[in-house]
């Protein structure tokens, strides 16, 4: 069985979420929890001050803050987003993450 394979949540079985990926020093970690032709959701985990570059997706994404807070950047325009929140990541939009506390999020990427 593949890596990617095993990293994949169980079906039919209840999981607390923010347990399913910790945090590591000065890292940003990721779990792909479910994956298919129509899309992906992955949970990340940032360290403070730790942050994804400015890049593009083909495909909207919604980014649910479930721990901490994060800068989160959409063509050049910045937001906040705390646990509880979510923003949507338009397609063929640059866009940046930096986490200002420890921050976990819910990507879920649909491919549509």
Known sequence: ???EKQNLVKPAEVKYLLDLL??????IVSRVLLKNKGGTVTLFA?????????HT???DALV????????????GK???ARVGETITLPANQPH???AVTK??????MIRA
Not at 22 to 27: A, E, H, K, T, V
Not at 46 to 54: A, N, R, T
Not at 64 to 75: F, L, N, T, W
């Open 1 to 3: 069985m593949s890596d």
């Open 22 to 27: 910790q945090y590591q020093d000065s890292s």
């Open 46 to 54: 940032f360290d403070v001050g730790e942050g994804l570059s400015e």
């Open 57 to 59: 997706a083909p495909f």
């Open 64 to 75: 649910v803050v479930i721990d901490g807070e994060a800068e989160i950047q959409i063509a």
């Open 78 to 80: 910045n937001f906040t």
């Open 96 to 98: 940046a993450v930096k």
């Open 103 to 108: 921050f976990k999020m819910l990507l879920v």
